[in-house]
């Protein structure tokens, strides 16, 4: 995928409402943050990494520009992260609260989950158990950094729907030329694995995140739409 995008004037000035609720899940609350389209043609749902919340650049950015643009955006606060607690749970607690939110939403459009880091992993583990029509990973951690051996590859490649990665070209956890090529693949320039820019890199930082919406909306323009 081409990923050499500049953003558009307003492109991160475009805002949605954002309403916030507690879901049950089996292992606790959830919290559930909502921006809706008001005229949506698909819904993304977004799951975050082992170290943060919903608040991640990448996740807040695509919950304002994407809405307007006709897609409703649905970011997940692990119940770990609701109770206050500072370590991730294991794979599969993060996946069957994944699964009891989103099975709670019941979208009306296409499907599409996915989430940033760990959130990225969830995703494609579930995407093809939710029905989705598409998976997007934000910062996949491919590999540990250092540890090719331990590569999360099989479960980008098993997810059973089409998919995008949105990859760092500095990403400590794996960068693009780490990927199969068979995998559909945008490149952010001189981002990290939080999509963070150096203050010389090739890219502003506002530029960085406009390349991660764009190459979302239009990746999901093309396969979803």
């Known amino acids: 995928m081409n990923s050499s995008y500049r953003s558009r ?7 949605a409402v954002t309403t916030t609720r507690l879901v049950p899940t089996p292992h606790g609350d959830a919290r559930l943050h909502v921006n809706r389209s008001k005229h949506p043609w698909a819904t993304l749902v977004l ?29 997940i606060d692990q119940p770990w992260r ?21 099975d709670v939403l019941r979208p009306q ?16 583990r579930t995407a093809r158990r939710l029905g989705a029509s598409g ?6 951690p491919l590999q540990p950094p250092g540890k090719p051996h331990l590569s999360k ?7 059973g729907v089409t998919t995008l990665v949105v ?3 500095r990403d400590a956890f794996g960068a693009p030329d780490d990927f199969p090529n068979t995998v559909d693949l945008a490149v952010v320039p001189g981002a990290d694995h939080e999509f963070k820019t ?23 323009t093309r396969e979803i739409a």
């Open 153 to 159: 590859t099989h479960e980008l490649l098993e997810t």
């Open 9 to 15: 004037p307003n492109l991160l000035h475009d805002r």
């Open 82 to 102: 609701v109770a206050g607690k500072g370590v991730a749970s294991a794979p599969r607690i993060l996946d069957e609260s994944f699964v009891a939110v989103v």
């Open 47 to 75: 799951g975050h990494g082992a170290g943060g919340d919903s608040t991640a650049r990448d996740l807040v950015t695509l919950a304002r520009v994407l809405p307007p643009q006709g897609v409703s955006v649905f970011r």
């Open 135 to 140: 998976c997007l990973a934000l910062a996949f």
């Open 198 to 220: 150096l203050k010389r890199g090739p890219v502003t930082q506002d530029d960085a995140l406009a390349v991660v919406a764009e190459s979302a909306l239009e990746w999901m």
């Open 109 to 124: 459009t296409p499907l599409v989950v996915g989430g940033r880091s760990a959130g990225a992993r969830v995703g494609c």
């Open 167 to 169: 990859q760092g070209d």
